[in-house]
Structure formats: C-alpha cells, structure tokens
C-alpha cells in the first residue's frame, strides 16, 4: 500500500530479471505493432529486441545519472519511427509508447516497483499487487471510456458514428461544428431544449418546495405512521419507471392531464420527491435543535426560526436534493414519453428517437453539452455536500 | 493514516433520520425524569395551574399535529400524482367492463345459456345482440370491443367489423314494409307524437345511463366521481352526466308499457342523437333498428290487446299490424349467420360469454401464457407462450448485469476504500462522472462504441486481432444490453460497497497475516465475510433498477436483448392491449415490490445513499 513514503530501497537488479521483463514488454507491443503492418512474428522478435537492447543500453552504458536525457532520447526515437510509419497519428502513438518504455525500464531495472511496498513482501505477492492496479485499473476504464469516446466524434465533420481516416490522421479537415450548429439551429433540437427548460425547473421547484416542508415535518419527534409515509414518499424511486410510466399514462388520459405540460410537470415532479426527501432528511440529522429551541427562546415566531436559523442550515441539503430532483427530471424519458404528447418533446426524448430513427452525430453534440451540465451539477453537489458538513460540524470531507 | 476514522466525502457517513428520532426521544426522557420523580408528591403544576403531564401531552399533540400539517401537502400530492395512477394500473389489470357495456342485453341473454352443451345460443341471445350491435356500431364502438376480444379469441375483430357493417340491413324486409305503408311512419314528428306522454323517464334514464357507458363517458374506477371533480379542477371536460343530456321529448309510460322494445330503441336513439349528433329526435326519423323493435312488438301483441291501446296514433299501428302479418318476422339467426357463418358455431358466443363478467383473470393469465379454456385456465400452445420466456430471459439478464457488477464493482471498491484520502477523492470522480451523465448518453456512447462500424470493432481490427470483413456483433443482442447495462448501473454497486469496505479497519486483516493466515485465507475468513453486506445492498439496488430498464434494452438490446418492460411499453403504445400491458406491469411491481422489501430489512429505506 502506497504511503507516498518510499521504504524500499531502490538498486539497480540484474540483466537477467530486467532485459526479460522489459524484453516481454517490447514483444506484446511488437506484437500489436507488427499485426498491423501484417508481419506477426517479426513484430514480436523485433519488439523483444528493440526493448531489451534499449534497456541494457539504458541502464549499464548511460546508468542512472543521465536518466533524464536517456528518456528523451527514446520517445523522440519512438516519436520518429512512428511518424515515418504513421504520419502525425503514428507519431503521437510513438511518442506516448516511448514516454512507457522510459519510465518502464528504470522502474524495473532499479527495482522501482518495490519501494512503497512493504520490504517483506513475497514477488508473487508484488506481482498480484500490481496485476489488481492493472484490474482496477481496466474498469476505470471501462467507466469512462465510452463518455470520452463521445466527444471527440461530436467534432466529426462527416455525418457518421465512427472515426474518420481524416479525423485519426488529425486533419483539421475532419473536424468541424456542424453538428453543435445543427443543435442550435434545428427547430427540433431547440424546441426540445424549449420544453426540457420549461418542465425541469418547475418539476424542481415543485418537489423541493413540498419535499422540504414534508422531510421537516418527518424528522420531528412523534410522527405517526412514520415508516409507511416515509415508504409511500421514496416509492416513485423504487416502483420501475415504466410501471410508472404505464400507471401515469392510465391515469392521466382519464382525468385529461396526459398530453398536457402540466402533467408532465406533476409526474416529474412525483419522481423527483424521493431525491430531496432523502437529502434533506439525511442533512436535518445532523441539525441541533436546541437551535430552534434557542429561537423561540429569544422570541422567534416559528417561521422566523425556520427563515432565519432552520434554512440557512439545511439549505445545503435543500439545493442537492433540487439538483437531484432537477437532473432526475432533465434526464427522464420514459414518463415523458408516455405522459407527454409530441408539444412536449424534451431532449432526452429527442434523443432516444434520435437513437431509434434516424442516426445523427447531433446526438453526440448534444451529449456532450449534456456531459459539460453533468460535470458542472457534478461539482456543486460535491461542494455543497463539504460545505454542508462543515456547518454541521461533521468531518470536513 | 487515517484510514479508520475518515469518512469519505462521498458517503460521509451521514447519520440517519432515525438516529436523530432516538436523540429526541432520549432528550424527552430526560424531560420526562424529574416529573416521574415527584409524582408521589402529587402533580406538578406547570405556571398556568394545570397539571404539567396535561399540559405536555397538549404540547406533544400540537407537534404531532404540526408535523402532519406539513406532511400533509405532499402525502396528498404522491398519492394523486403517482399512488393513484399505480392503483390504476392495478385496477385495469382486472378491470373488463367493456363487454358488460357494450353487448348488456346479449350478456345478460347469455348468462343461462350452456356454453359447455354445444347448442346455440337461443334466439333470444340473437336478438339481444342485433340490439346492442346495431347501437354499438351506430357510435363506433364494435371495433373497439372486437379488439378486445380478439386478444382472446382470434378473429373476433374482423368479425364484430364485418357484422357491424351488415347490421343496418337485419329486417330489412320487414322495415320497408312499414315505411311502404304509410309515409308517415318516414317522418320524425309522427314519431315523437305516437311516443310524447309522460311517465316513461324511467326507460329514458335506463338508455342515457347505458349509452353513456358504452361511449366511455362515464366516471367509474376506483373512485368513482372523484375522477370528475379532479378533472374538473385541471379544467378538462368532465364525464356527461346523464342529467344533463336534454333529449327535446318526453316518453310516455304507456307507450313504453304496451311496446317496450321499441319505447327502448326510440329512447336509445334519442339519447345518441343528444349526445353524438347534439341534435334532438325531432330532426331525423329514427334508425332501423326501431323499426324492427316495432314489428317484434307488433306481433308480441294480440289484435285485443292493441285494440285495448287508445294512446296517440293508435290507428296507425293497428294498421301496420295488419299489414306486418303478410311478412315473416325478422329471423334473426339466419341474419347473423349469412353475414357471417362464424356466428352460426358456439365459439363467438362461448367468448362474449366467458368474458361478460366486469372483472377477469384474461389478463393475468395471458401475462403467464396461460388461457381461459371450458375445462378451466390452461397453458397455452407451446409456440404462443412467449411472456414466460421473457421473463425469464428479464430475471437471467439481471442476474448476469447484477453479478458482472459485482465482479467490476468489487476490486474498485476495495481499492478505493484503501488508497489514501486525495487519490481516492480523484478516483471517485470516474466513478461518479458516468453517475451523473444523462442515461441516454451513455446509451449513445455505447451504441457508438459497440456497434459494427464502431470504436471497439475499429481498435480490433487495426490491431489485426479481428478481420475487417468479420467484424465481431455486439450489438443488437444480449451482449449489448449487458455490457451498456452493467456501465449504467456499476457506479450503483461501488457506492455501497465502498461504504461498508470503508467502516472495515486494515488492522483485520494484518491480525489475520500476522495470526498465520495467508493472504487468501485472510481474505476469505476474515475480510469478506464483512463486505457482504455491501455486496447483498448493491446487488439488491442493482438488480431492482435491472429488472425494470426499458431504455437501453430498447436500444441497443435487438430483439434477443429485450426486457419485459419493453413489452409492456409494446402493449401500451402498439398493441393498445392496455389490459395485458397493466397485468405485466402488476406482476413485475410484485417482483419489486417483494425485493424492496427485503431491501429495507437488510439496509433500510433510510440508508438509501446518494453518492453525491
């Protein structure tokens, strides 16, 4: 386990543990490299070669004080071979390989691996430690693949799905705007955006409003029925949205809300309860009440105490659980479908016929703005959750 | 390191509400203490004089009071927005009234009927049936029952349509002998004279009432004429009450007494003609069908009996009995059969019947591939049972999306629980990023990824790993939906699981090494046996929200990879089965429902955490 504290010593090991190692290295990437220029063997023997040559050369002739240059030295040279081979692309891929085969060969060579690992660990448990990185490390990148592979394609300057030859070779030619032009000019898109924009806010306000008021109501003492209202409150989060979505539909087109905004903003608004109930019910825990007891001492009527001295404290909770309640509704589609009738097309909505219809790159433009709003939710979330905490007294996260 | 004693920002371990429910309970205790005391020295008195136990409880009241008070709004506000339309769905699961409410006469002809004896019907049963036919297909509402009868027996809709059309010109004979007789008979006025009266609005009431049924206008469900005051409230049109229709004529009692089926044809027909045309009796002469509810009643009747009749126009029927006994009465029967031969074999008939009864099992059984038959319910053919597989196939995929998330979500978890604070802080964000990115981008992305032309398949190729003409499918199929289904919902696996893993201390594990066990051992005796509660919340959590995806399945899930849900959207907007899609949906909300269950006795509703 890495304490940022080094407490193995680093030495240079023997030829006969590195040269193989790094040697196993350069043949898997051989192999790779070789396969696509349609020469399997000869890539995996050269690869095998080239590496252990450069890892000998690098530690016995350079040795550890030119380590430095010696690193340069490789990734120019694997920067060069890759343009002659692969233009800029090529170029870019060899100069990252080389920038590995660099830090690779001191680390193994001067036993680098060991040093924030306890020093009587056995290889195998050395190999496991770093075998499970690599694990772990595969499904980082399986959760965050597929949202970066979507923004650079939103660039792309044909109306495909896919890379382009002009977009791999980075040719300025193989990128454009036009699908973020599409998004904005559209009639469509925009007035998708128009109905996202009208329905999650107002769903929002709705939720928070009434949730805040309700989670108030819960967290004092000697509620009755507690468990089955706090049950029938979080059950549009557990009950499956197309169940809802049935049950909605049903229900609306006899009392005459389905096709209406209104509809589709009281459904999203049911969805969004469960979100700001929680919060807000997990941020009063913390809330001391001898506050309002201190308030009403001091000659506070109730709503002054709540405006003044209950709010500011669980405001925090209040607005996480409105962006929950906001991205539950900005994102939601499959009620919205149901309950709403084409006026109401939101973006999501959009979306998802865009994905079954007709495929546009729009839809990756659109995507990413949506991944930018994430990220921006994403953070306010995380610094008002800290913030929250410290006004609570709680550790600061 | 701190490891023991720092809760993570992300699941900060945030006390619950209960936690702070016992505090005040324990802060009422201690109020209650000293009172306990002195009560052997009488009651204590609060500064008002009354007794201070009296005056806490009323104190207590109004908290609990207040409490409701602000809970109250939005238990309201879940219950009509989203409890109702659930209890609806369930409602409708069952509910079957449209055969009751469009073939009334011919259900009730039909109830002492034997349907196992392999007779026709009697000619009752037919007759009955012309009338509610001819009504039924005057508003347009026959196809609609033939659909759904269709559901049950194939081939019931085109027959109801087919019928529906021939069934103006049943007796047609008999019709043109009496507009042949006299032009009056041709006029409207002549009509509503022979008819006008009073003390006939019970027969009046009786066809308002049933035309309103048949035209889904009324107000029925669970709560009755509540509907009507909630739509009123969002202002849209509320059910037709039968007060209101204004038919512009009144029956007389003993018109409908000495003639009572036509009394009822002329009624029905006045009633459509309110409410469909917004038009009165006095601007057409009436349909066909009370013609020939006139003949049958002429000849009920004996010459005595009508001579005894001295109502208004009493002249002109005694006339057209005479006249209607050179005709044959109108056979029924043979009209329903030569429009088509079907009607002629006990199977339409066995259907209308086993379906009459306002409530059915039919939906039920057809979700579990099952069917009404005369020895009870059966299953069904082995090639028309497709809903037992699909569930199946909805509980495997879960199954597989749930373990392949443990088995991702795991390592990652223990991984993030053991680095120190800042690298797991920065490490949590690829973990939350694709939590808080909209659903259908990382449905996009996937199918960008996955399909032919797509990321994956390119990499491979260049590679060489894969030939360019054997590009591998992975999309379209079970494959897809696990793989894009598992991306959505491992963030849902690793935040439980990195919040127990987290309350575990390292020292365990180190007393395990140091005691002798290898790593393994200490792994599987010591550390893992208290990560399972973790692995039973995430597991539970995902396989709830698996179960009922419908979104990426219908996208990159084909035809193999499709769930339940994506046949209950089928049988909402498609199919129009709405019966069956309310049945699957019930069955699917038990199966949550009971899984919720065991969620909240393992974790708690109140634990439910956000990552956020």
């Not at chain 2, 038990?590 to 269950?597: E, G």
Request: overall charge negative; aromatic content about 10%; charged content about 15%.
């Amino acid at each position: 386990m890495s304490d940022g504290i080094a407490i193995t010593g680093a030495k240079t090991l023997p030829f006969s543990f590195t040269l193989p190692v790094v040697g196993a290295a350069g043949a898997l990437f051989g192999l790779f490299a070789g396969t696509a220029q349609g020469a399997t063997l000869l890539g995996v023997l050269g690869g095998a070669a080239i590496c252990a040559a450069l890892a000998w050369a690098a530690l016995s002739l350079a040795g550890v004080e030119r380590e430095r240059a010696v690193k340069w030295g490789v990734i120019a040279l694997f920067a060069l071979a890759g343009l002659l081979v692969g233009r800029i692309a090529g170029a870019i891929v060899g100069a990252l390989f080389g920038w590995f085969l660099g830090w690779f060969i001191y680390w193994i060579g001067r036993g680098r691996y060991r040093m924030f690992l306890p020093p009587y660990l056995t290889a195998g448990e050395v190999l496991w430690h770093y075998t499970f990185r690599v694990i772990c490390g595969a499904v980082f990148v399986f959760l965050i693949t597929p949202i970066l592979v979507v923004m650079p394609l939103s660039f792309n300057a044909e109306n495909f799905f896919t890379f382009t030859p002009e977009m791999l070779a980075f040719d300025p030619e193989g990128y454009s705007l036009k699908h973020y032009r599409d998004f904005f000019t559209s009639a469509d898109w925009q007035q998708a955006l128009r109905n996202s924009i009208l329905i999650a806010p107002v769903a929002t306000l709705l939720a928070v409003s009434f949730g805040t008021l309700a989670a108030i109501g819960l967290s004092s003492e000697h509620v009755p029925f507690r468990q089955a209202i706090m049950a029938v409150l979080i059950s549009p989060m557990i009950v499956p949205l197309i169940i809802s979505a049935a049950g909605m539909y049903f229900f609306y087109s006899r009392i005459g809300l389905q096709g209406t905004y209104l509809g589709v903003v009281l459904a999203h608004a049911a969805l969004g309860i469960p979100f700001v109930i929680i919060t807000v019910t997990a941020t009063l825990v913390g809330f001391d009440r001898s506050l309002t007891r201190a308030a009403a001492n001091l000659g506070a009527n109730p709503v002054t105490t709540f405006r003044r001295v209950q709010m500011p404290l669980i405001l925090p909770g209040v607005i996480s659980g409105g962006l929950f309640a906001f991205i539950t509704s900005f994102d939601e589609v499959v009620v919205v479908i149901f309950v709403g009738s084409a006026n109401q097309q939101t973006l999501p909505w959009q979306m998802f016929t865009g994905l079954r219809e007709q495929i546009s790159p729009t839809i990756l433009a659109v995507a990413t703005i949506l991944v930018c709003i994430s990220i921006a939710l994403l953070t306010t979330v995380e610094i008002l959750r800290r913030r929250s905490e410290r006004l609570r007294g709680m550790s600061p996260g | 390191m701190s490891r023991l004693s720092s809760s993570g920002p992300q699941t900060a371990d945030a006390p619950t509400p209960e936690d702070a429910f016992h505090e005040t309970a324990t802060l009422d205790d201690r109020a209650r203490g000293p009172q306990r005391g002195t009560e052997a020295d009488g009651p204590m008195l609060a500064a008002d004089g009354t007794p201070l136990k009296k005056s806490l409880a009323r104190a207590l009241r109004a908290q609990k009071l207040r409490a409701l008070a602000l809970i109250a709004p939005l238990l309201i506000f879940v219950l009509v927005t989203f409890i109702a339309p659930i209890a609806d769905m369930l409602f409708r699961s069952v509910e079957n009234q449209i055969v009751r409410d469009t073939l009334p006469r011919t259900s009730a002809a039909l109830a002492t009927w034997d349907a196992e004896s392999g007779d026709l019907p009697p000619d009752s049963a037919f007759e009955a049936l012309y009338s509610d036919l001819f009504l039924a297909a005057e508003a347009r509402r026959h196809t609609r029952l033939g659909q759904r009868l269709n559901y049950e027996n194939t081939g019931m809709s085109s027959l109801f349509r087919g019928t529906g059309r021939d069934v103006d010109d049943f007796g047609e004979a008999n019709v043109e002998m009496l507009e042949d007789l006299d032009d009056r008979w041709e006029e409207a006025e002549f009509w509503i004279s022979m008819t006008s009266g009073t003390g006939g609005a019970a027969v009046l009431d009786a066809a308002r009432e049933r035309f309103i049924r048949l035209d889904d206008l009324s107000t029925r469900g669970p709560l009755g004429d509540a509907w009507c005051g909630v739509k009123g409230v969002f202002g849209a049109p509320c059910a037709v009450s039968a007060e209101d229709v204004d038919l512009g004529f009144t029956l007389s009692g003993d018109f409908a007494e000495t003639f009572p089926r036509t009394a009822e044809a002329y009624a029905e027909f006045a009633v459509f003609m309110a409410i469909e045309e917004e038009e009165t009796v006095a601007d057409d002469e009436p349909w066909e069908a009370v013609y020939v509810a006139l003949d049958r009643d002429l000849r009920a009747l004996s010459p005595e009996e009508l001579a005894a009749y001295d109502g208004p126009e009493a002249e002109a029927l005694r006339a057209a009995q005479a006249a209607l006994a050179d005709v044959p009465p109108v056979d029924f029967r043979a009209a329903f059969v030569a429009s088509d031969e079907d009607w002629g074999t006990v199977e339409p008939w066995r259907t209308i019947r086993t379906y009459a009864p306002p409530y059915t099992t039919g939906y039920f059984l057809n979700a579990v591939d099952m069917q009404k038959t005369p020895d009870g319910p059966a299953l069904r053919d082995e090639d028309e049972r497709i809903y037992g597989l699909l569930f199946q196939r909805t509980l495997f995929m879960s199954l597989m999306i749930t373990f392949s998330c443990i088995l991702l979500g795991y390592p990652v978890a223990w991984l993030l629980a053991n680095l120190p604070m800042r690298t797991a802080n920065l490490l949590m964000i690829l973990v939350l990023l694709p939590f808080w990115t909209s659903l259908l981008v990382r449905t996009s992305a996937w199918k960008v990824m996955l399909q032919q032309q797509g990321v994956i398949n390119d990499v491979l190729v260049w590679l060489g790993l894969v030939a360019d003409d054997g590009r591998l499918i992975m999309i379209n199929n079970q494959f897809g939906t696990i793989v894009a289904m598992t991306h959505i919902l491992l963030p849902f696996m690793i935040l439980p699981l990195y919040s127990v893993m987290q309350t575990i201390p390292p020292s365990y594990m180190r007393a395990a090494k140091s005691l002798g066990a290898t790593p393994l051992t200490a792994f599987r005796r010591v550390y893992f046996p208290q990560t399972v509660p973790g692995i039973g919340a995430g597991s539970i959590l995902v396989f709830i929200l698996a179960i009922g995806y419908y979104i990426t399945p219908e996208i990159v899930g084909g035809t193999t990879g499709t769930f339940i849900s994506n046949r209950i959207a089928y049988h909402i907007s498609s199919s129009l089965n709405w019966g069956l899609a309310a049945a699957l949906g019930s069955i699917l909300l038990v199966v949550v429902l009971v899984l919720y269950w065991a969620y909240d006795k393992i974790v708690g509703i109140d634990n439910v955490k956000l990552g956020g």
